[in-house]
């Protein structure tokens, strides 16, 4: 405790916290949103096939990856506790951000063997990649009261995102001249590959060596974690343990409460968007050629990238001047009109158009989502419990809104009606976020 009390506020440590995002977020961009969505979408249309076989059946590629991400963020929702309740009695959660950093990064290297003929193999590191960088961002989040004042949380959890719009959008750049020049880099066409779905290979290495390398600025620096006192039973249950004791608490903390059942409803919603955005124009936008998609789909994740790094500066300075809960009403506000926008899109000058206002918000509701939580947690060290609350809930909703999209656009045969569906849930997030600073 004392290590950390004695660093708390001190720039080199928020520095550092900060520049995990700058690590991680490659994954999220590369891997989650931009490359890995098209080579996905590549290897099917190249092998000239929409359903692969697997686990026994015949299985269509959209619900494919929809079903592993869902599956993924549901163990991801029963590990979170178990590290936690862990890292509490140890008093050592650096140990777990380690562990499950290296785990996401080297999975991400994995992919490079991702083909339709070691399709399990695949579908294991797409899994394990989701894994690791969940559960690692979420004990990174974690550290945030630990590190820095209340009135640093919001500056310091916008500097984080912002360091990780910088960051993924260098190595997607990057990994954008491979795809579309790979013989400039020496890529070319064999062993059955054409040399742009190498290339893409190519970029999930260099995902893994970006987090691994990077990492190790925060992993200097970070304290190891409070200590929880007491008797050590049931360790490994004691993370569900603890989740009880936090949701005994919120009985007595009505804002905090209300708070988190806003954030559970359009956190649903800003999840599954960041997910299925790219399988959205990938299917549903008339690209006039294989080539102008990659190209698109990869030019639209960076405007969303570049311009969030503006949106989460502004959203934390509206933040200071009007309150985060009123911020955070307008950006769903927001959200709602871009969900009804996205129904309508066509052309792939609309998509751009979607991209650059979703990274108004995007990067805004993530950052202030998180430093507002922080701010409104009772006086407590045990912060991890706190965070992984705050996480499962995520991650549950990550569940919910992913499936429900799937079941939505299979039932009406169009992807276009799950979008409206999600503009519901920000909806519902307004008139939750409203009654937060409501007395009783």
């Known amino acids: 405790m004392a290590q950390v009390l004695a660093l708390k506020g001190s720039k080199k440590l928020l520095n550092a916290w900060a520049f995990y995002d700058w690590a991680n977020s490659v994954y999220s961009l590369v891997i989650s949103s931009a490359v890995f969505p098209i080579?996905?979408?590549?290897?099917?249309?190249?092998?000239g096939i929409e359903k692969v076989t697997v686990f026994g059946g015949e299985i269509a590629r959209a619900p494919l990856i929809s079903y592993v991400t869902s599956l993924a963020f549901v163990f991801i929702a029963i590990v979170t506790p178990l590290v936690s309740g862990i890292a509490d009695y140890m008093g050592n959660k650096k140990i777990f951000l380690k562990f499950f950093c290296y785990l996401g990064a080297l999975s991400c290297i994995g992919l490079y063997w991702f083909s339709l003929e070691n399709i399990y193999f695949g579908l294991t590191c797409y899994f394990f990649g989701l894994v690791g960088f969940w559960v690692s961002f979420a004990i990174n989040n974690s550290y945030l009261p630990d590190i820095a004042y209340p009135e640093q949380q919001?500056?310091?959890?916008a500097k984080g995102f912002s360091l990780g719009y910088v960051g993924s959008v260098i190595l997607l750049v990057f990994n954008l001249a491979m795809v579309m020049q790979p013989n400039v880099f020496g890529i070319t066409d064999g062993g059955g590959e054409v040399a742009e779905i190498k290339a893409m290979k190519y970029s999930f290495i260099s995902v893994g060596i970006w987090w691994i390398l990077f990492s190790q600025y925060t992993f200097?620096?970070?304290?190891?974690g409070y200590k929880r006192e007491g008797e050590r039973k049931n360790i490994i249950m004691n993370g569900f343990q603890e989740l009880q004791s936090v949701w005994r608490q919120l009985g007595n903390q009505t804002r905090l409460k209300r708070y988190l059942g806003a954030f559970f409803v359009y956190s649903m919603a800003v999840q599954t968007v960041m997910l299925i955005a790219t399988y959205f124009g990938e299917e549903e936008i008339a690209w006039g050629s294989d080539s102008e998609r990659t190209t698109g789909l990869i030019v639209s994740i960076l405007v969303i990238q570049i311009v969030a790094i503006l949106g989460a500066t502004l959203t934390a300075k509206a933040s200071g001047k009007y309150g985060n809960i009123k911020t955070l009403m307008v950006i769903n506000c927001i959200w709602v009109m871009l969900c009804v926008y996205a129904y309508f899109l066509q052309t792939p000058t609309d998509f751009y158009i979607a991209a650059g206002l979703v990274g108004m918000v995007m990067g805004g509701i993530q950052a202030l989502s998180r430093s507002t939580y922080s701010k409104f947690l009772p006086e407590t060290t045990d912060t991890t419990s706190?965070?992984?609350?705050?996480?499962?809930a995520e991650?549950?909703?990550?569940?919910?809104?992913?499936?429900?999209?799937?079941f939505v656009s299979q039932v009406t045969g169009s992807m276009r009606n799950s979008i409206i569906f999600l503009g519901l849930f920000f909806l519902m997030g307004i008139f939750l976020l409203a009654r937060v600073n409501h007395k009783e």
């Open 39 to 47: 080579f996905y979408g590549a290897l099917f249309r190249v092998a």
């Open 395 to 406: 991650k549950i909703g990550i569940i919910i809104g992913t499936f429900m999209y799937g």
């Open 154 to 157: 919001d500056g310091i959890s």
């Open 386 to 392: 706190f965070f992984s609350f705050y996480d499962v």
């Open 220 to 224: 200097t620096h970070l304290p190891k």
